[in-house]
């Protein structure tokens, strides 16, 4: 099985794109006032950034080269740092550094899970779509 080089693939700037939604969504999520039911799990709020930073990851992994994963790595904390900043001037919600611990777990999490092969995602997709 040939893997492209995020470069090569077909439809890389559909998936960057899909990427810039998913950081635009992350951003709306943690910006909204938070007006539903408490939820039932103990640290659900960290599971959640947690995963969402895995997401962030796993995705952007398969459409920058391997080399620039720890600038990836970088910028993904720093938009979490961010989020948090803009949560504390929003007046409703709060700033956590054990958000940004949260954001750094999962960014960890999907690094592992790139190294592991995920990372060629798109790869995949492409192929399964019978695009190359």
Known sequence: MHILSPDQLRYRPYWVAGGVVL????LALSLVPYTGPDLPVTFADKIAHMLA???????????????????LFGLLLTYGVFIEVMQFF??????EWGDIVADAG???????MNKAGLANWANW???????R
């Open 23 to 26: 950081l635009s969504v992350v």
């Open 53 to 71: 930073f895995t997401a962030l990851i796993v995705w952007f992994s398969s459409v920058v080269p391997q080399s620039r994963w720890p600038s």
């Open 90 to 95: 929003t007046g409703y919600r709060v700033m």
């Open 106 to 112: 999962g960014l960890i999490l999907g690094w592992y």
């Open 125 to 131: 997709v492409e192929r399964l779509l019978g695009v």
